[in-house]
């Protein structure tokens, strides 16, 4: 089982209002190149998997048949659910439920995603293995998770701000057992059954209108940052705060473009 403190819902309940406001400009072009790839007819009854509020659902539900989106954080739903509210989207279903055990019969969807969301799972290859399953014979899954911190200017960014914050943190070195690693990715997504498995690399680019705007979208939408907000206690983060807005406003040009990349596995359940 995985310690990783974003494997479990909490932090995420915590996030929700931030997430859905905040990191859409960096996540939707991750969830549309995955929609291309997948090159989805009309007719699709679709899957995704830690929908979180939508990022994919709410684009996929205005191109096929019926969208499926399961999370286990209930916030992250409600939002999803007032966003295809809003939108009119009367073809997504919403379902609280774990991704390594779909609440969903053997062979229901044409098409499976997990955007950021099956990289986390404390068990990753039940989550590859739970995907499969529900997939009908010809399906396609694609499946996403970022790249090595040292291949995204954005988070190089956010974790020099941390040091600054406490010199004790550190920019993260690539863990080769994870899906950062193409091979790795490619591996457990062949593991679980799938055939055609290639892993492509996608980069996208946000900009923001200055070194405040890109902390105070960063600090709402970030789960390790509200997670060490809630650890640190308010009088704390204030004081650890200001280092980290200092840092990133003698680093930060104003509307200067950050790009970050990320690795999209697409793999198909072959036909009987």
């Known amino acids: 089982m995985s310690g990783n403190p974003l494997a479990v819902a909490a932090p995420w309940e915590l996030v929700a209002d931030g997430y859905a406001e905040s990191a859409l ?20 009854r679709v899957l995704d998997v830690a929908a979180g509020p939508g990022t ?52 229901t969807f044409d098409a499976g995603f997990s955007m ?6 404390p068990d990753r290859p039940k989550g590859f293995a739970e995907l499969f399953r529900v997939l009908r014979p010809g399906g396609v899954a694609v499946v996403s998770s970022w790249a090595p911190v040292a291949e995204s200017p954005l988070m190089r960014l956010m974790f020099g ?12 070195q690539p863990d080769f057992l994870n899906l950062e690693n193409p091979e790795v990715f490619a591996g457990e997504m062949s593991g679980a059954g799938f055939a055609g498995v290639s892993i492509q690399r996608h980069t996208s680019a946000v900009a923001y209108d200055d070194a405040d705007h890109l902390w105070t979208e ?21 004081e650890r705060s200001a280092s980290m807005r200092a ?17 999209l596995g697409i793999g198909h359940k072959p036909e009987r």
Do not use: C, K
């Open 25 to 44: 400009a960096i996540m939707a072009p991750f969830s549309a190149r995955a929609l291309e790839l997948a090159g989805l007819p009309e007719t699709a």
């Open 56 to 107: 994919l659902s709410l684009p996929a539900a205005a191109q096929v048949a019926r969208v499926d989106a399961v999370d286990f954080a209930e916030p992250m739903l409600d939002r999803l659910r007032a966003a295809a509210a809003a939108a009119g989207l009367t073809n997504v279903e919403v379902t609280h439920g774990d991704g390594q055990a779909l609440p969903f019969p053997d062979d």
């Open 116 to 121: 950021f969301g099956l990289m986390f799972f």
């Open 161 to 172: 701000a941390l040091s600054a914050g406490d010199p004790a943190i550190r920019e993260p």
């Open 218 to 238: 960063m600090a709402r939408s970030s789960a390790p940052l509200v997670l060490l907000r809630r650890s640190l206690g308010e009088d704390a983060w204030e």
């Open 247 to 263: 840092y990133l406003n003698e680093h930060y040009r104003p509307h200067s473009l950050l790009s970050t990349t990320a690795f």
